[in-house]
């Protein structure tokens, strides 16, 4: 028996209850627990590392930055394929519009991370500890630096800088900070208002993140550029930016599965999540696994055929004193893997392998990152080797992505997660057979 809601008429019965269920508080729960065994194996960790070498604050520092990464993309990347939503419309947007609005609003979390890496950027930038040009022709003559780095250092002090540095993160912040609170206040009057009102709320919609979009591929170059590219003062990459995007992209989209999957054992995404929809969003992640290929292919093969000095040991610092383990393991997990269990149509519409493919990708993020990171320092640089201090890697960002995830459960019971006035809903809520 049709539904009829707000003036619609549902082939399938909408719930009346269209809040996050009572088991998202479970999660929650459970998040908060990991956060604090892995913060206290992390503190354990980073005094063990400090009596092995003195390294294990600086590492501590080093996974701080790799978790800010990581839960900057989910909040930042949510917040980006938000508003490509809203632009490009389709169905998927009913499942994933909630829970990306939820990653959006745990900003206030990734800011507080990032004052952490401002405060302490003496231990982690060469260019904030050595600001003037004295300074580094001291460092150059202790053989503190080489002189590649002195030249680099001189040559783009007036862009790194710490002032230019908390400037520009903040300004982004604030950027990021208004276009989620715009797109929240603007869902939170459309919904209060009937579906005669949608064509004019999706042109709104699309008029404030269309441009958004543009203005998020500036602010993401600009962030990657300083806070993770500029780590090794001698390396520039005009893709840097783009292959954040992408990353990022990456990351949301299996966030977004796992979340949508988990919701759909109680209503109302038991009613909405349809095989149909499932399929269509692994497809719309395995173009960002295609993309992804594309863009840290095209960049290594560049870079590695042209072979300049000033270009090439970025790479070699990777490859060489065991990273060429690492950087192997990064091409399976990241790309191989993916790419091989997305080609599958079956495991699309599989709820429970889907899940754990999209959760071995945020895994293989993990991985990418420390591959991004480490290598920058001296310590590092073409000597993988183990100590106390490395294991916070495995530790400090899962704790912090587990305060992270507590954040988005909170956000996420606060509004519901249906809009009821989407012009999609009667599509969605129709038998699985109406559309092969």
Known sequence: MAEELHGAIFDRPLPKELGAPAFVDGWRNRALVVCVIFAAATVILAFLGQAQDGLGWDHFLRAWML?????????????????????????????????????????????????????????????????????????LKDGLINEAQAHCLDFKRPMLNPFAFVGVSVLCFVIWGLYAWKLKSMALRRDAEGPETTPRWIKKFENWSGPGIVVYAVTITVASVYWVMSMDVTWFSTVYGLLYLVEQGFLVLAFGIIVAIALSKAEPFHTLLRQTEQHDLGKLTFAFVMLNIYLNFGQFLIIWSGNLPNEINWYLDRIRGGWGV??????????????????????????????????????????????LIEPNFKDAARNLHFSWGILEYATLPVAMTALWVAAFCMRLKTRPLVQVNDPHLAEILEPEHAHA
């Open 67 to 139: 978790g800010l990464m990581l839960t900057f993309g989910f909040a930042v990347g949510g917040l980006a394929l938000l508003m490509v939503q809203y632009c490009s419309g389709g169905k998927y947007g009913l499942l994933l519009r909630r829970p990306l609005e939820a990653m959006s609003r745990t900003l206030p979390l990734v800011f507080v991370y990032w004052i952490v890496i401002a405060i302490f950027m003496k231990r982690l930038f060469l260019w904030a500890r050595y600001t003037t040009v004295s300074s580094t022709a001291a460092a």
């Open 326 to 371: 690492v950087i192997t393991l990064d091409f399976i997990f990241h790309w191989l893997v993916p790419f091989t269990l997305l080609l599958s149509r079956d495991l699309k519409r599989n709820k429970k392998r889907l899940t754990r493919v999209c959760q071995f990708m945020i895994f293989a993020v993990a991985v990418n990152l420390f591959w």
